[in-house]
């Protein structure tokens, strides 16, 4: 049974600072690209950031700069460090694993974490 797990959202004043992890288990790990996805109220959900398997990040153009993805393959973690933070950057924010256990891959996801950028 594959499990996604998100914490670490909050309520913080604009120019502040999140650490969001996700923490997997019932996959490989260090074989599964990670990523966060976010989606705003009345907006459609968006990729935030994604990691590969390698290592290799990559950022929507918005939070280039403010946010970084890492992660912890001996702790089956994914992280999003961001910073700077904007009223903009509001949303409810979810981990997805792309993990392929022989029948294709599929995208798993966490419940999801709420952020709020506000004074």
């Known amino acids: 049974q594959v499990q996604v797990v998100e914490s670490g959202g909050g309520l913080v004043q604009p120019g502040g600072s999140l650490r969001l992890a996700c923490v997997t288990s019932g996959i490989i790990f260090s074989a599964s690209p990670m990523g966060w996805y976010r989606q705003a109220p009345g907006k459609q959900r968006e990729l935030v950031a994604g990691?590969?398997?390698?290592?290799?990040?990559n950022y929507v153009d918005s939070v280039k700069g403010r946010f970084t993805i890492s992660r912890d393959n001996a702790k089956n973690t994914v992280y999003l460090q961001m910073n700077s933070l904007k009223p903009e950057d509001t949303a409810v924010y979810y981990c997805y694993a792309r993990f392929d256990a022989g029948r294709g891959p599929v995208n798993y996801w966490g419940q999801g974490t709420q952020v709020t950028v506000s004074a």
């Open positions: 990691i590969s398997s390698g290592g290799r990040p």
